[in-house]
């Protein structure tokens, strides 16, 4: 039976928008974290990471501009000017790294997927090299036009 024809007869409730929200905040915090980590660092203070109990607490700090929110020991911070600096710049790459996963899940698994297409492995032990050879037009004539007859 073919899944297009089956009904998903499980209704959307609010349990995956919950579950995205929740990933969101999760994947923000740390994108902080981390872009505090590497300002600190290139500062010249080492890496530093916060305990887990400050990882939530110290993001409103962090945003203020103060590179030592939730952090004990540190001896020369970064600056605010860096500290967003490489906030903005983690932030855009963890950006551009979801969209081109999303990108990829969607082309995947999306509505618009390729349905019922043999991989080249797949065509290869099914059909072998010689036949494919043989009749390449057939299976690939953007490829492979067939040879024109003359017509006398």
């Given at each position: 039976?073919?899944?297009?024809?089956?009904?998903?007869?499980?209704?959307?409730?609010?349990?995956?928008?919950l579950?995205?929200?929740?990933?969101?905040l999760?994947?923000?915090?740390?994108?902080?974290?981390?872009?505090?980590?590497?300002?600190?660092?290139?500062?010249?203070?080492?890496?530093?990471?916060?305990?887990?109990?400050?990882?939530?607490?110290?993001?409103?700090?962090?945003?203020?501009?103060d590179?030592?929110?939730?952090?004990?020991?540190?001896?020369?911070?970064?600056?605010?000017?860096?500290?967003?600096?490489?906030?903005?710049?983690?932030?855009?790459?963890?950006?551009?790294?979801?969209?081109?996963?999303?990108?990829?899940?969607?082309?995947?698994?999306?509505?618009?997927r390729?349905?019922?297409?043999?991989?080249?492995?797949?065509?290869?032990?099914?059909?072998?090299?010689?036949?494919?050879?043989?009749?390449?037009?057939?299976?690939?004539?953007?490829?492979?036009?067939?040879?024109?007859?003359?017509?006398?």
């Amino acid at each position: 039976m073919q899944r297009e024809r089956v009904q998903d007869q499980y209704p959307w409730t609010w349990e995956l928008p919950l579950a995205v929200v929740c990933a969101v905040l999760v994947v923000g915090v740390a994108v902080c974290q981390v872009g505090r980590s590497l300002a600190n660092w290139f500062a010249g203070a080492g890496w530093l990471w916060p305990p887990p109990d400050k990882l939530g607490t110290s993001i409103p700090a962090l945003l203020a501009g103060d590179a030592a929110a939730g952090l004990s020991g540190v001896q020369h911070a970064a600056s605010a000017a860096a500290l967003w600096g490489w906030l903005s710049v983690v932030g855009l790459l963890t950006v551009t790294v979801s969209t081109l996963a999303c990108v990829w899940a969607w082309r995947q698994w999306g509505p618009g997927r390729m349905r019922g297409m043999a991989t080249v492995t797949e065509a290869h032990e099914l059909l072998g090299e010689d036949r494919l050879w043989k009749v390449r037009h057939v299976v690939r004539p953007d490829l492979y036009p067939a040879g024109r007859k003359a017509n006398r």
